[in-house]
């Protein structure tokens, strides 16, 4: 009987042992999120209405910016030693426009930085332009639009993350010639979620398969304008 009663338990030991496969993403329990990117070390089961979390990261697109415009020129210039003058002036710029729309010019600035290559350009979109977030520029040697001056640029710009950031009504004329085109305002409240929304389809795919696959080695288009904003705000 002791012998029956050890076998059994030792089964139910090696059933309980292979409820989850960890390291495999989509075998997940819809009840459980990650708690590590990557291979995964840990679930935590929550309720049903839980989502799983690629990321724990997540850095809002709305609110007060958090580096100043010097961090943010030196940053630059550090990336960038014999940038034309004209771009050391952009920081106030962002900083002033994403302040008017409750947008963070400082996250806004690092897409610009992300898009440009540090004002180096080198893309599809050309420095006349004053399109520093690449609106319309969809690959293949597609321009996108232009604006008449940097200002203009930036204000596109911080309009459109608004668009995709949060419902509120803009609060200056809309001069994003593609504001209304995002359709489900509000579906990235985080720059982790603008891959696959405002970049297509937002990751390398010559290192991953799939979106999920980058978000998940927090390599996406969201991930690397992250990145941008933290070393940024490391700046002294």
């Not at 993403?25 to 690629?54: C, F, N, Q």
């Not at 930085?113 to 609106?135: I, R, S, W, Y």
């Not at 927090?218 to 904003?229: M, P």
Request: glycine residues 8%; hydrophobic residues 35%.
């Amino acid at each position: 009987m002791w012998v029956s009663f050890l076998w059994l338990f030792a089964a139910l030991i090696l059933l309980s042992g292979c409820a989850y496969d960890t390291t495999s993403h989509d075998r997940l329990s819809p009840h459980a999120t990650r708690t590590t990117i990557g291979k995964v070390s840990r679930l935590d089961i929550k309720s049903s209405h839980t989502t799983e979390k690629l990321s724990q990261t997540h850095t809002r697109i709305t609110g007060k910016a958090r580096c100043t415009a010097e961090q943010m020129r030196k940053f630059l210039k550090k990336h960038h030693p014999n940038i034309s003058h004209k771009y050391l002036l952009l920081p106030e710029i962002y900083i002033s426009e994403g302040a008017k729309e409750g947008i963070r010019g400082d996250v806004a600035f690092a897409q610009a930085l992300h898009e440009t290559n540090f004002f180096k350009f080198g893309g599809d979109v050309l420095p006349h332009q004053n399109n520093f977030a690449g609106l319309g520029a969809t690959g293949n040697g597609v321009r996108g639009h232009s604006f008449e001056t940097p200002q203009a640029g930036v204000r596109a710009q911080i309009q459109h993350l608004k668009a995709y950031a949060s419902t509120a009504p803009l609060n200056n004329p809309c001069v994003d010639p593609r504001f209304h085109y995002v359709k489900n305002r509000g579906c990235a409240s985080y720059v982790e979620d603008l891959g696959g929304k405002w970049a297509f389809p937002g990751y390398d795919t010559k290192k991953y398969g799939s979106l999920r696959d980058a978000l998940k080695h927090r390599d996406s288009y969201g991930d690397k304008i992250r990145k941008l904003c933290e070393e940024m705000e490391k700046v002294k």
